[in-house]
């Protein structure tokens, strides 16, 4: 049903309108009314009206100032202006407005319902559009959200130039121009609760941390397994200290409303430059890799990362030795779920007060053979023997120096996730597989979505968009759309089918979603292409 607003300061004429016209019968739900147009436009917001028909000459906000107002808002409302002037020049503002009808009063209801009348097939007409465009970008809402990892990746690699990064920020809508910048690594990981209870909560926090988001401030970037990123911006180095302290108070405060999580966040030094992002990224990534060796939910200052524990005393005492820093699990963990680029960062927090012990040939020496083990036992519960990981390169040399133990324990990591990904890699490839399959038998399905794919192989659907990705080149919904368009222009060339049929064929209940889709991707609609037009200039 569609809605209409009424704005009139005369109370006679307004309730005359109001009255004298049986509004649902004739398809429309009267939904407000006020006696000018500043009293109305806040009304307008909260009803979102259709169609506005307001008097022209109203006190405090006249019909023109607050038709102004609703075509920045509301663009798609269409507005009725009535007065009982005739001069030409109120006319053309109207018009350059965008006011759909300008009437004459007084006007009788049954005068006004056949305006009314006039304007509904264009409101429904509209309001079809948007909701196909909509559609359109829930859908590929996957495609931008990919897109942004890549434009991340380029950021803080340094791998383009500054003039390169604004222009693809600006394609992605993310605004990147600022004098300070500093890069924040946040990841929330389940403390008690089930996946499926974690991954409602998930759902949740994003949602509570997209409605702070201020882009004049901030961007956020997901990582996939890795959490988000969050890149502040700011004019000073002062303000952008304060709006990232600030901002991720508001963090914590979301994280804290959730029990059974738990996050921790790794802040980088500022930069003045955009090209200097990636050492602010790199700094945030050396904090954050003091996530393997807490248990606490905390976030950590690079800039407080204090080096004023590792001493130049060549001396070892064994007394002075944290034994407790040396915990096995602190490997096993971070071969599950570090990162190589990780790596470095691991073993300088994991050597971190007890570096003079490195310093100890013998206590290398029990180093050594640690790693080893740990790596060996790791590469083992995978599956893979240590002849086929090609382990005997890394057999332990107990006569290695200092620094050619701490190489060797970064190397033999780096080999343990080498390893592992090369496994998952495996494994992801039969999944990926599996989905293709899926996709060939139900592709025709109107409800096949990456939702119910991930259920159908049992994974959770951010991780399977991400594999997805990966291992194909492509999104998940960009593949699927793909796939369907081209059974579309089989069917379209090698059948007498309608439109409308082959719609239903490939996937899509709606025909006039399926012309939008096809255009939009093709270049061209169906008919064209049917009738071998290669543009839609043609």
């Known amino acids: 049903m569609i809605k209409v607003f009424l704005v009139e300061d005369e109370f006679v004429?307004?309730?005359?309108?109001?009255?004298?016209?049986?509004?649902?019968?004739?398809?429309?739900?009267?939904?407000?009314?006020?006696?000018?147009?500043?009293?109305?436009?806040?009304?307008?917001?909260?009803?979102?009206?259709?169609?506005?028909?307001?008097?022209?000459?109203?006190?405090?906000?006249?019909?023109?100032?607050?038709?102004?107002?609703?075509?920045?808002?509301?663009?798609?409302?269409?507005?009725?202006?009535?007065?009982?002037?005739?001069?030409?020049?109120?006319?053309?503002?109207?018009?350059?407005?965008?006011?759909?009808?300008?009437?004459?009063?007084?006007?009788?209801?049954?005068?006004?319902?056949?305006?009314?009348?006039?304007?509904?097939?264009?409101?429904?007409?509209?309001?079809?559009?948007?909701?196909?465009?909509?559609?359109?970008?829930?859908?590929?809402?996957?495609?931008?959200?990919?897109?942004?990892?890549?434009?991340?990746?380029?950021?803080?690699?340094?791998?383009?130039?500054?003039?390169?990064?604004?222009?693809?920020?600006?394609?992605?809508?993310?605004?990147?121009?600022?004098?300070w910048y500093n890069v924040v690594l946040i990841k929330i990981e389940a403390s008690t609760h089930s996946h499926e209870e974690f991954s409602e909560r998930l759902v949740k926090i994003d949602l509570k941390t997209e409605e702070i988001l201020d882009d004049e401030y901030v961007n956020m970037f997901d990582r996939d397994l890795e959490g988000k990123a969050f890149i502040f911006k700011a004019d000073t180095k002062e303000n952008l200290e304060k709006i990232t302290s600030d901002y991720i108070g508001k963090l914590i405060n979301i994280f804290n409303e959730f029990?059974?999580?738990?996050?921790?966040?790794?802040?980088?030094?500022?930069?003045?430059?955009?090209?200097?992002?990636?050492?602010?990224?790199?700094t945030a990534n050396q904090a954050y890799t003091r996530r393997f060796f807490t248990k606490e939910s905390c976030f950590v200052n690079s800039s407080d990362l204090s080096t004023s524990d590792v001493s130049i005393n060549d001396e070892f005492n064994i007394e002075d030795l944290d034994i407790k820093q040396f915990d096995r699990s602190?490997?096993?963990?971070?071969?599950?779920?570090g990162d190589g680029a990780e790596t470095e960062y691991f073993i300088e927090e994991f050597l971190r007060g007890n570096n003079n012990a490195v310093k100890s040939q013998i206590f290398r020496q029990y180093l050594i053979m640690d790693f080893y083990f740990c790596v060996s036992e790791f590469i083992e519960s995978l599956g893979v023997s240590k002849e086929d990981a090609g382990l005997s390169e890394y057999k332990p040399d107990i006569t290695r120096t200092e620094n050619e133990a701490r190489e060797y324990f970064i190397s033999i990591i780096n080999k343990g996730i080498e390893i592992r990904e090369k496994n998952i890699t495996g494994h992801n490839n039969d999944i990926i597989d599996d989905v293709k399959k899926y996709i060939d038998d139900n592709y025709a399905d109107d409800e096949l979505s990456l939702n119910s794919i991930a259920s159908h192989v049992n994974f959770s659907p951010n991780h399977l968009s991400m594999v997805f990705s990966q291992q194909t080149g492509s999104t998940f919904i960009k593949y699927l759309t793909d796939y369907r368009m081209n059974k579309a222009k089989e069917l379209l060339k090698c059948t007498n089918k309608r439109s409308s049929e082959i719609s239903i064929l490939v996937g899509y209940k709606d025909p006039h979603y399926f012309s939008y889709l096809f255009k939009k991707t093709q270049g061209m609609t169906p008919t064209q292409f049917r009738g071998g037009k290669i543009s839609e200039e043609d």
Request: proline share 4%.
């Open 13 to 179: 004429v307004r309730e005359g309108i109001k009255k004298n016209i049986d509004w649902e019968s004739h398809g429309y739900q009267f939904c407000g009314e006020a006696s000018d147009g500043e009293l109305a436009f806040p009304l307008i917001k909260k009803e979102m009206p259709d169609i506005v028909i307001t008097d022209i000459r109203m006190p405090f906000m006249d019909g023109l100032e607050l038709s102004k107002l609703i075509k920045k808002e509301m663009p798609w409302v269409e507005i009725i202006i009535l007065t009982g002037f005739e001069e030409f020049e109120y006319a053309k503002e109207g018009i350059k407005i965008g006011v759909a009808r300008y009437l004459s009063k007084p006007i009788s209801g049954d005068d006004l319902i056949s305006e009314l009348n006039a304007l509904s097939e264009k409101i429904e007409q509209n309001k079809k559009e948007r909701e196909i465009k909509e559609k359109y970008l829930n859908e590929m809402k996957e495609d931008t959200i990919n897109e942004k990892k890549l434009f991340f990746e380029k950021l803080v690699t340094g791998s383009d130039s500054a003039a390169e990064l604004i222009e693809m920020g600006e394609k992605l809508s993310v605004k990147l121009s600022s004098l």
């Open 259 to 282: 029990e059974g999580i738990k996050y921790f966040g790794g802040i980088g030094i500022p930069a003045d430059k955009m090209r200097d992002i990636p050492k602010s990224f790199e």
């Open 330 to 337: 602190k490997i096993r963990e971070f071969l599950k779920l």
